[in-house]
């Protein structure tokens, strides 16, 4: 379907006011968001407070806001809208716009898109939140029904994983970045190349998590010490510092995203609490979700060294380039340590999905553990 008919829909019907968490099913029209002037468009850090921002926009307008997310953010606003902003309570109504990632019998898509995939429309279900499915050519008919329903409160539509095509979206993001800073895969293959081999490494959602896989299989090594997170957006670090809480003398890296650490960022005091001296945190800096097609983050990425150093990291390093990361890699002594290492957009060339399993990456985790 093309996104600049359902854009204009929600327009015209006077949606101005769009708040959410990118995904890439809803890439092609974030894209038009994104340019549109007369949108008050805000990006939020999780989509728990994406349904409060969009509950004061209603407070402020009269008017409901577009909520847009990713499937796998559903749960974080079941929170917020059964204990207040929904349709048994402040009845605060907003056009849930989600991208169904998973869909059965749906595009084929990702493990971890699976289970919540299957039961997206269940738990819709049991919320009593109404909800449509959009077609290739249902908008005109299913937005009228949906838009009706919003008297009542929140009312969803569920946008399946490559349903809405724009065929110069991807280009338009590869070239995005004309700095020499060094590429997301180059930055995790300098750490492979200059941590110990026996290091354990937590890897973020998205292309971070499938870039750590490829260079692995690129360089013949084991996937047995990489927890690959591509799920729990945000929780890479929280993992981590699970990990090292028992696990006192293994050396670790956390290799973070920008928008990860908005998304969770009061995990860091849990982290940086425990001070946990075998730990490297690395945040790859592009000020951007790259994964989801190159949207803008909730706040500044530059400002995440201060709130680090703010919060009580020890150590804390604004890397520029692979020389200094390596010559900052090789001095570690006694952490926790805190590196963000500025990065450029665009990924490992034909860049593919880890086919392991999370629960077959827990299971080959334990068993090195073990050794
Ligand atoms: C709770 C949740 N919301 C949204 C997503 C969709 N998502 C997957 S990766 C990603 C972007 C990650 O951005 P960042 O951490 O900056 O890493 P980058 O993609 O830039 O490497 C998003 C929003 C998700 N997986 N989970």
Redesign the pocket.
């Known amino acids: 379907m093309n996104p600049a008919h359902l854009f204009e829909m929600l327009k015209e019907r006077g949606l101005h006011t769009w708040v959410g968490?990118?995904?890439?099913s809803l890439q092609p029209l974030l894209d038009l968001v994104l340019v549109a002037p007369q949108m008050l468009h805000t990006v939020a850090s999780?989509?728990c407070e994406a349904i409060a921002i969009a509950s004061g926009n209603y407070l402020a307008s009269g008017r409901p806001s577009v909520v847009y997310?990713?499937n796998?953010?559903l749960?974080?606003t079941v929170h917020p809208l059964t204990s207040l902003y929904g349709s048994e309570l402040a009845r605060i109504p907003m056009l849930m716009l989600v991208?169904w990632r998973g869909k059965l019998g749906g595009k084929p898509d990702e493990p971890?898109h699976q289970w919540m995939g299957r039961v997206t429309p269940q738990l819709l279900d049991l919320l009593q939140i109404p909800y449509r499915e959009l077609e290739e050519n249902n908008a005109a008919s299913v937005l009228p029904e949906l838009f009706d329903l919003l008297k009542e409160g929140p009312a969803a539509l569920l946008v399946p994983h490559q349903l809405l095509k724009s065929p110069d979206s991807s280009a338009a993001i590869e070239n995005k970045s004309s700095f020499s800073w060094p590429l997301?895969w180059q930055i995790i293959e300098k750490v492979l190349d200059t941590l110990p081999s026996d290091t354990y490494f937590f890897s973020?959602?998205?292309?971070?998590s499938r870039e750590l896989f490829e260079l692995r299989k690129k360089r013949s090594e084991t996937h047995a010490r990489d927890f690959y997170c591509?799920?729990?957006?945000?929780t890479a670090s929280s993992l981590a510092l699970g990990f090292s809480q028992i696990e006192k003398n293994k050396k670790i890296c956390i290799l973070?995203?920008?928008?990860?650490?908005?998304?969770q960022l009061g995990s860091w005091g849990s982290v940086i609490a425990a001070r946990p001296e075998n730990l490297v945190h690395l945040v790859?800096e592009?000020?951007?979700?790259?994964?989801?097609g190159?949207?803008p983050?909730s706040g500044d990425?530059k400002l995440l060294i201060k709130v680090a150093r703010a919060l009580g990291y020890p150590i804390c390093e604004e890397v520029e380039g692979l020389s200094q990361l390596e010559a900052f890699l090789k001095g570690l002594h006694r952490g926790p340590y805190y590196f963000q290492v500025r990065?450029q957009?665009g990924?490992l060339p034909n860049l593919g999905r880890p086919d392991l399993s999370p629960a077959k990456n827990v299971e080959l985790f334990l068993r090195e553990r073990m050794k």
Do not use: Y
């Open positions: 968490v990118p995904d890439s999780n989509e997310l990713q796998s953010g749960g974080k991208g971890q997301r973020t959602t998205g292309k971070t591509v799920g729990g957006m945000g973070d995203g920008d928008g990860a650490a908005w998304m790859i592009n000020n951007m979700h790259e994964s989801t190159g949207q983050l990425a990065s957009s990924s």
